[in-house]
């Protein structure tokens, strides 16, 4: 079970960092991903990480502006987003998968194993 969380209204230029608590005594076997969806649109992958942390992934329209990061002793991996435009607000979500597919987004939305609840993103301009 997944327990996203960080989420809030913030004004363009903010930062914001979200964390998704995992359950269980595995959560070092899991990739873990970010994906988002905005009003209107299909979710999106934003960032994936491997089982050790050693291998990053990011969608290019977040690249140098959101750091995915995980610590396996507390079974948490972090979003950090900074310089936040309102084209970021979003329903952001947390997924963990055993397939590596995770770690880049190469992965169909309904094969990911788990889902956290998602965690509202509101970027003011």
């Known amino acids: 079970q997944l327990q996203a969380s960080g989420g809030g209204l913030v004004q363009a230029g903010g930062s914001l960092r979200l964390s998704c608590a995992a359950s269980?005594?595995?959560?070092?076997?899991?990739?873990m991903g970010w994906f988002r969806q905005a009003p209107g649109k299909e979710r999106e992958f934003v960032a994936g990480?491997?089982?050790?942390?050693?291998?990053?992934y990011y969608v290019d329209s977040v690249k140098g502006q959101f750091t995915i990061s995980r610590d396996n002793a507390k079974n948490t991996v972090y979003l950090q987003m900074n310089s936040l435009k309102p084209e970021d607000t979003a329903v952001y979500y947390c997924?963990?998968?055993?397939?590596?597919?995770?770690?880049?987004?190469?992965?169909?939305?309904?094969?990911?194993?788990?889902w956290g609840q998602g965690t509202q993103v509101t970027v003011s301009s």
């Open positions: 990480i491997s089982q050790s942390g050693g291998q990053i």
């Open positions: 269980g005594r595995t959560f070092s076997n899991y990739y």
């Open positions: 997924a963990a998968d055993r397939s590596g597919g995770l770690q880049y987004g190469l992965i169909p939305l309904r094969s990911v194993d788990y």
